[in-house]
C-alpha cells in the first residue's frame, strides 16, 4: 500500500470515529528532524529512557544536559520520533547555565512547527526524504496529537503520565486495526511473548502500560463509551507521583468493560 500523509490523515480521521473523539485536519502538522535532534528534545520533554542516568526532566534534565551530549545516548539511542509542546521545550533556556547550550535550544526549537494548540509533532527523517518508515512514526506522533486536541490522558510534556500516554496511544492505533493491517492481536501476542522473555525494548517496555488500555476498552462496542472510559480512567489516575509505579496497583477500581 501507498503510505502518505493523506493516507495517514484518514486512518487517523477513522480513529477519531472509533473513539467518539474530535477531528481537525488543521492541528496535524509535522516537524521533520535529524536523529540527533530528535534524541536532544526526547530528552528534554522528559522520556523515561533517561531517567536512570540523567534524573527527570527539568531541573536534573538541565543539570545533566552537558553530560547526556557528552554520552553515547545522544547517538545511540534510536528515537523515531515524539510529540512535544515547543513552549516546554523552551522553558530549558532559563535552567540551563550555558550560554552554548540555550543557543541550541533556542536554534532547535526554531526548527519545531508547532500547531495552534501550540504543540509539535516531530518525525526523524532526512529532508532530501521522507520514508515509508517515517509515516509510520507520523502515525504514531499525529495519534499522539489527536489526544493532545481532545485533552485526553495528557498534563504537560515531562510529567508523569509519558507512560500512560504512550499505552493509551499504541494501543489506539492498532485498535480495530492500524493502517497497515495490524490488530489488537498483534499486540496481545508481544505481550505474551514479553512476558516470557521479559521487555527489552521501549516498545516491549511499554507493553504493560497498552495491556491496560486493552482491558479497558476491547470490549466496549460504542464510541461514546470507549472516549468516556478513556476519560474516566485518566480522571481517576492518582496524584502524578504515583504513577510511574507498577500500573495494576493504580488500575481504576472499577472497570466499564470485562
Ligand atoms: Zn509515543
Do not use: C
Not at 531541573?59 to 545516548?73: I, M, T, V
Not at 523552551?90 to 535550544?105: A, F, G, Q, R, T
Not at 493491517?181 to 516491549?204: P, Q, S, Y
Request: glycine share 6%; charged share 30%; aromatic share 14%.
Amino acid at each position: 500500500m501507498h503510505k502518505g500523509k493523506e493516507e495517514v490523515l484518514r486512518k487517523i480521521r477513522e480513529k477519531a470515529d472509533q473513539l467518539g473523539l474530535k477531528f481537525d485536519r488543521k492541528i496535524f502538522v509535522a516537524s521533520f528532524l535529524t536523529k540527533k535532534e530528535v534524541n536532544i528534545l526526547n530528552y528534554l520533554a522528559g522520556s523515561p529512557a533517561y531517567d536512570k542516568k540523567f534524573g527527570k526532566p527539568g531541573q536534573q534534565r538541565a543539570k545533566n544536559f552537558e553530560k547526556f551530549l557528552l554520552s553515547n545516548d545522544l547517538i545511540k539511542i534510536d528515537s523515531k520520533g515524539l510529540a512535544v509542546q515547543k513552549r516546554y521545550i523552551l522553558s530549558y533556556i532559563k535552567l540551563l547555565n550555558d550560554p552554548k547550550h540555550k543557543s541550541m535550544i533556542e536554534k532547535l526549537a526554531k526548527k519545531i512547527r508547532p500547531n495552534s494548540m501550540g504543540y509539535s509533532p516531530i518525525v526523524k527523517a532526512s529532508k532530501q526524504k521522507i520514508s515509508e518508515d517515517s509515516f509510520d512514526v507520523m502515525f504514531h506522533e499525529w495519534m499522539h496529537t489527536l489526544f493532545n486536541y481532545n485533552r485526553l490522558g495528557f498534563y504537560n510534556t515531562g510529567d508523569n503520565r509519558w507512560k500512560y500516554n504512550e499505552g493509551m496511544t499504541v494501543f489506539a492505533e492498532y485498535y480495530l486495526g492500524n493502517y497497515y493491517g495490524r490488530d489488537v492481536g498483534f499486540l496481545k501476542e508481544r505481550i505474551e511473548w514479553t512476558k516470557k522473555h521479559g521487555a527489552k525494548t521501549t516498545f516491549e517496555k511499554n507493553l504493560k502500560y497498552v495491556d491496560m488500555f486493552i482491558k479497558l476498552i476491547e470490549a466496549e462496542t460504542k464510541p461514546s463509551k470507549r472516549r468516556t472510559a478513556l476519560f474516566k480512567f485518566f480522571k481517576e489516575l492518582p496524584a502524578p507521583a504515583a504513577a510511574r509505579q507498577w500500573p495494576k496497583a493504580i488500575l481504576p477500581k472499577k472497570r466499564l468493560s470485562q
